[in-house]
């Protein structure tokens, strides 16, 4: 279990790292927008080319920080279900749910979106708006973005299974299990050369 803990550490700071940068796009997108505005006010001048990049750019910051959002917990929950429930039958459905439909589901869009992309591609697919981008560079997006999300799914299913073993402490409220990850992985790292260590969760 420690090496997929560390697998799955891996993959958190992966994802972390890449919503975090994402995220600085929304800047991006109300700078464009906001100059976009005031050249067309001032000089009667714009370009279909600065109305899709807002859209390219929303585009980037939802599918790209769609993984981020699943680690740290901040998905959407029907919590005034899911707090009725024990843990055990919290761990179950977290369990099921991510097994038999969030991974086979982002499985299957990774490859139809793929084949969508490749024919895009092919015809070198352009916006049909006079002065528009090319469309297949932010069609190639949709497969990776969801091999982001195929790969936390993979690091909450490692979370999820190392909580019901008793091997990691469950993290309470929003924040994912990142943290908890890192200190299970250093327990488990200063307790090498012994036995196990049960590692302590984030106090909060």
């Not at 891996?10 to 972390?16: A, C, G, P, S």
């Not at 997108?29 to 080319?49: E, L, Q, Y």
């Not at 980037?60 to 429930?85: K, Q, Y």
């Amino acid at each position: 279990m420690k090496g997929l803990l560390a697998l799955s550490r891996l993959i958190d700071r992966i994802t972390r790292m890449i919503g975090r940068s994402a995220a600085w796009l929304i800047v991006a997108a109300a700078v464009i927008s906001a100059g976009n505005a005031v050249v067309r006010k001032a000089f009667d001048w714009s370009a279909n080319s600065l109305l899709e990049i807002q859209w390219w750019l929303f585009a980037m910051v939802f599918l790209l920080a769609a993984p981020w959002t699943l680690a740290v917990n901040e998905h959407i929950r029907i919590d005034v279900v899911n707090s009725r429930l024990s843990d055990f039958k919290r761990n179950v459905i977290e369990l099921v749910g991510h097994a038999l439909f969030l991974l086979p589901v982002a499985a299957m869009v990774i490859y139809t979106s793929w084949l969508f992309f490749i024919s895009s591609y092919a015809q070198n697919e352009q916006s049909p708006n006079a002065g528009g981008l090319p469309l297949w560079p932010i069609k190639a997006l949709i497969p990776i973005a969801f091999a982001l999300l195929f790969a936390q799914g993979v690091s909450e299913l490692i979370k999820r299974v190392a909580i019901m073993r008793g091997e990691l402490d469950e993290r309470t409220g929003h924040g994912g299990y990142h943290e908890a990850v890192v200190a299970a992985g250093a327990d488990l790292t200063h307790d090498a050369g012994g036995g196990t260590s049960k590692p302590e969760g984030d106090a909060r």
